[in-house]
C-alpha cells in the first residue's frame, strides 16, 4: 500500500473485497494498524465456498487471521495482534510491525437516513465513522476495491483510498513497450569501438557500446526512424558493450510465415521473437486488429508443422462473455471452449485459405490443422505440465497476477508461452491497466533473456475497423 510519510500514525480498514483480491493485504501496511469490522468476517465466511480464485483468497485470508489469533494471547486481542509475529509477514514486507485489531463491541454512529446501517458497506461505514469519533488523534482510513463505496465514503466525509500494493506501476502509460527509437547520429555515437560478424546461421551481430546501453533490455527492439529501415535486437549486454543482432524482415514476400507477412514495423519484431526458439516467453499487446493472434497462430504452425519444434498448439483464454452468459454448453472441453475461440477459428480460416483448392482439399487442411491445434479451458490448468507445446494464452488483460503465475508455471521442457492482451479491455471487476496480470509479467519479464515483449499500434485489420477504432 503506497502510504503518505507523514509520522501520524494510521489505521486503515479493510473492505472485504481487499482481503479477497489479496488474501496477503494484511502484512502489506508496514508500521500502520489495520482494523477488521466484524461483518468483514461475516462476508469472508459467506465467500469461502467454492473453486473460484475470490474463494480461494476468502479461504486463505481466513487461515492468516486464524494463525494471527493462534499465535497471540486471546485476552490481549482488544489490544491489537501484532503483525510481524508470523514469519509470512517479514517475507512480504519487512517493514510490517503494525497490530491487527478485531472489531470486539458494538459501535453506533449516526448515518443519514438514506444509508439503512442492515447493509454491509453501510455497517462499515457506520463502524468507520464512530471509530474516527472514538480516535481523533489517529488518522482513519478506508481501503476499499470498491469504488461507489470510496465514492459513499467520501460523501459521509471519510477518507477512502483504493487498494494500491498490487499495482505495477503508477501510470500504465510507463509501460515497457519492448521497442527503443534510436536517435539519427547513433552510429556516429556508439561505433566508434563497433565489431560486426556473421554466424553459421547468415545472421549479422553488432557489438557496440556508447551511453543509451544502460536503458536497454534483453531482447529489446531496436530501430531508426530513418529511410535506413535499421532494425536490430539486443541480445546480451556486457560491461559497457551490448551485442545486437539484425532482425530478419518479414515484410519481404520471401521470409512470408504460413502465408502471412508483416506490415508494419512492430509486427516484424512480434514475427521476430516469435520464431525464435531461444525466447521461451511472449507478451504482445494491441488493440483490437493488430495482428496479434494472427501473427502468433501463423508462428505456432510454422515451429509445429514445418520446423517440427513443437508437438502441438494450446490455445486458451479467459472465459469472460461480452454480452448474457449463455449458460451451460454441452460436450466435451473443447466443444465448450468453443464459442469462445471464435478468434483462433477465424484466424485459422484465413491461415487455411486456399482459393484454388477444391473443397476437400481445404476441408482435410482444416482437419489437419484443427488436429494440431487444442482448445483448452483455463479452470483445469492446475498440476498440468505441458511438454513440447506451443501455449497462447488469449485475452491475458482479464487475469490476475497470481493466475498468470499459474499458467506460466504450467510450462514444461521445450514449451514457449505467448500472452496475447489488450489493457484497455479488461473485463474482470477489480482489476485495473496498471494491476492486470498480464501488466504484471510484462513489467517482471523485461530482464530476462529468455522473453520478449512487444506492443503492437497499428491496426491492420482493415480501414472501416481503424476508423471505427479512431473514431468511436
Not at 146 to 156: F, G, P, W
Not at 164 to 191: C, K, M, R
Request: a negative charge; charged letters at 25%; hydrophobic letters at 40%.
Amino acid at each position: 500500500m503506497s502510504q503518505d510519510q507523514s509520522a501520524e500514525q494510521k489505521l486503515f480498514i479493510l473492505d472485504t473485497n481487499v482481503l479477497m483480491h489479496d488474501p496477503a493485504s494484511l502484512f502489506r501496511f508496514q508500521e500502520h494498524d489495520i482494523y477488521i469490522p466484524m461483518i468483514v468476517l461475516e462476508e469472508l465466511d459467506h465467500s469461502k465456498k467454492g473453486l473460484s480464485d475470490v474463494a480461494r483468497n476468502a479461504r486463505q485470508a481466513s487461515r492468516f487471521l486464524d494463525e494471527l489469533i493462534q499465535h497471540a494471547d486471546i485476552h490481549a486481542i482488544s489490544n491489537g495482534i501484532p503483525l510481524n509475529q508470523l514469519q509470512y509477514a517479514s517475507r512480504i514486507d519487512e517493514k510490517c510491525c503494525g497490530r491487527l485489531f478485531f472489531q470486539v463491541r458494538r459501535m453506533d454512529s449516526v448515518l443519514p437516513e438514506s444509508l439503512p446501517g442492515d447493509l454491509p458497506d453501510n455497517s462499515i461505514l457506520a463502524t468507520m465513522l464512530a471509530l474516527s469519533e472514538e480516535q481523533p488523534e489517529t488518522q482513519v482510513v478506508l481501503v476499499s476495491k470498491d469504488i461507489n463505496m470510496r465514492i459513499k465514503a467520501s460523501v459521509l466525509g471519510i477518507r477512502a483510498e483504493d487498494y494500491h500494493s498490487d499495482q505495477v506501476l503508477d501510470d500504465i502509460n510507463l509501460l515497457y513497450s519492448g521497442a527503443f527509437e534510436l536517435p539519427l547520429d547513433f552510429w556516429e555515437t556508439h561505433g566508434s569501438k563497433m565489431d560486426s560478424w556473421q554466424d553459421p546461421l547468415g545472421r549479422t551481430f553488432y557489438r557496440v557500446s556508447g551511453p543509451l546501453l544502460k536503458d536497454w533490455y534483453p531482447n529489446q527492439f531496436l530501430y531508426l526512424p530513418d529511410e535506413s529501415n535499421f532494425e536490430a535486437i539486443v541480445r546480451s549486454k556486457e560491461s559497457g558493450s551490448a551485442v545486437i543482432e539484425l532482425a530478419r524482415d518479414y515484410r519481404n514476400p520471401q521470409h512470408a510465415v504460413w502465408g502471412i507477412q508483416a506490415r508494419n514495423r512492430e509486427q516484424n519484431f512480434a514475427f521476430n521473437v516469435l520464431l525464435d526458439p531461444e525466447i521461451d516467453f511472449v507478451t504482445l499487446l494491441g488493440i483490437a486488429g493488430t495482428g496479434k493472434t494472427l501473427l502468433t497462430l501463423a508462428a505456432g504452425l510454422a515451429m509445429t508443422l514445418e520446423q517440427k519444434i513443437y508437438r502441438e498448439i494450446v490455445m486458451t483464454r479467459e472465459t469472460i462473455p461480452l454480452g448474457e452468459d449463455i449458460g451451460f454448453l454441452p460436450g466435451t472441453e473443447e466443444e465448450k471452449m468453443t464459442p469462445w475461440m471464435g478468434a483462433l477459428l477465424d484466424n485459422l480460416e484465413l491461415l487455411s485459405n486456399h482459393e484454388n483448392g477444391s473443397a476437400w482439399e481445404r476441408q482435410a487442411t482444416n482437419t489437419l490443422l484443427l488436429n494440431r491445434v487444442k482448445m483448452r479451458s483455463l479452470n483445469f490448468m492446475r498440476g498440468r505440465t505441458f511438454l513440447n507445446r506451443f501455449i497462447i494464452l488469449d485475452e491475458a488483460q482479464n487475469l490476475t497476477s497470481k493466475q498468470m503465475k499459474t499458467l506460466i508455471t504450467r510450462a514444461g521442457p521445450g514449451s514457449k508461452i505467448v500472452c496475447l492482451g489488450n489493457i484497455a479491455q479488461i473485463d474482470t471487476p477489480y482489476l485495473t491497466g496498471t494491476t492486470s496480470g498480464l501488466t504484471y509479467v510484462v513489467d517482471r519479464f523485461k530482464d530476462w533473456p529468455h522473453a520478449a515483449h512487444i506492443t503492437l499500434k497499428r491496426g491492420e485489420r482493415s480501414r472501416l475497423a481503424d476508423y471505427a477504432a479512431d473514431s468511436l
